[in-house]
């Protein structure tokens, strides 16, 4: 085992239940200021300009510097867990990568995180687990990270192995995705674990398209996917799980970091501050125009809006609907308008517009705009 990973014993956090915790909990263990480069999957986003990208990375280093707080010597290792939830990607459009309709219906909570990549689906029938570690700058390389995680589950009789990119499978299927990413003199390793998450949930919350595409994408990924707990050579519960990795990774150590009630109340504060908010999930969201029409008892119309940073910056209203108003009455009121079907729907309503459009009340209007 590596010289790091002896000494990763003095250092252990378990968290779960909490959705915001662990994300949080991540920025403010980790050491150091930031870095204007973020490693994840082997993808770097291009930004569509150098000013708009030198605009976003001081807004990351503003956000970034409010939660990096604690400064512990050794590495930490963390396993935990969330109730229901989408992670979104840094640099992703969320209204691209998920079914907001669906996530909203089922109460499935949404946050961004401060890694790239693609976003997962996580529930309480998955882990998640992270390495923060003082290294120096260097290339990406997942190895060192991933291997305890492979040696604990071929221990406890489970085939695991490294697909050669970010992925661990299991006879080819896939059951964790891994990242990382650079803040200050650290690098932050996280990955997720499928021991029992409800894939057809996990499906259906990332799927944008009909319930048609939803049922084949199901099927689809339950070829490529699979749970650890189908493949255990004796029934295991999440806890045991639990118990059985970290026991292992931290090579029977139970020494712990305990959060403080202080922490906690820190904790709590950044979460709503920083992941919670509309504009840290929404408002990060990469400059996208988006063309969506709508069919109503009073005819067709169909918008094309220009959004950046979750703002309605430039819009367009097309149809053969009927109207006592002018098409611009409508755009002016969506101009400068969130791109949230509560916020369009209320600023329909404050320019008149229920009752202006022949058998199209505002509320549809908002629906056909936004999902």
């Known amino acids: 085992m590596n010289k790091w990973l002896k000494r990763l014993s003095n250092w252990f956090l378990q968290i779960e239940n909490e959705v915001m915790v662990p994300f949080v909990l991540v920025g403010i263990l980790v050491i150091g200021s930031f870095s204007m480069i973020s490693y994840y999957n082997g993808y770097t986003m291009q930004k569509n300009s150098e000013l708009e990208l030198a605009d976003t990375l001081f807004e990351d280093v503003n956000r970034d510097l409010n939660f990096l707080e604690k400064r512990l010597p050794e590495t930490v290792f963390l396993f935990w867990r969330t109730t229901p939830t989408l992670m979104v990607g840094k640099y992703q459009n969320v209204l691209e990568e998920i079914n907001k309709p669906y996530a909203d219906e089922h109460g499935i909570h949404l946050v961004r995180r401060m890694s790239g990549g693609g976003t997962i689906y996580t529930d309480m029938g998955g882990w998640q687990f992270t390495f923060i570690q003082h290294k120096e700058a260097g290339e990406i390389e997942f190895g060192q990270y991933i291997a305890p995680v492979i040696d604990a589950l071929r221990e406890m009789g489970v085939s695991a192995s490294f697909n050669g ?23 932050v390793h996280h990955g997720s674990l499928l021991f029992d998450t409800d894939i057809e949930q996990m499906v259906a919350s990332t799927t944008v398209d009909s319930y048609k595409i939803i049922s084949k994408s199901i099927k689809s990924v339950r070829d490529r996917v699979t749970n650890i707990s189908e493949h255990l050579p004796s029934p295991m519960d999440a806890e045991t799980f639990k118990e059985t990795m970290v026991r292992h990774i931290m090579n029977g150590s139970t020494a712990a970091y305990t959060v403080t009630p202080e922490d906690d109340a820190r904790i709590r504060e950044i979460a709503g501050e920083q992941f919670r908010s509309w504009e840290r999930i929404f408002g990060r969201n990469p400059k996208f125009t988006i063309d969506r029409i709508g069919r109503f008892a009073g005819g067709k119309i169909q918008f094309k809006l220009d959004v950046q940073k979750g703002i309605i910056r430039e819009a367009a209203v097309y149809g053969d609907f009927f109207s006592t108003l002018d098409a611009s009455t409508i755009c002016d009121a969506l101009i400068g308008c969130p791109y949230e079907r509560g916020a369009v729907l209320a600023a329909l309503r404050s320019h008149g517009i229920d009752g202006a459009v022949y058998r199209i009340s505002a509320e549809e209007m908002a629906a056909a705009a936004v999902d």
């Open 165 to 187: 990119r970010n992925d661990l499978t299991i006879d080819g299927k896939k059951f964790s995705g891994n990242a990382q990413y650079r803040l200050g003199d650290c690098i």
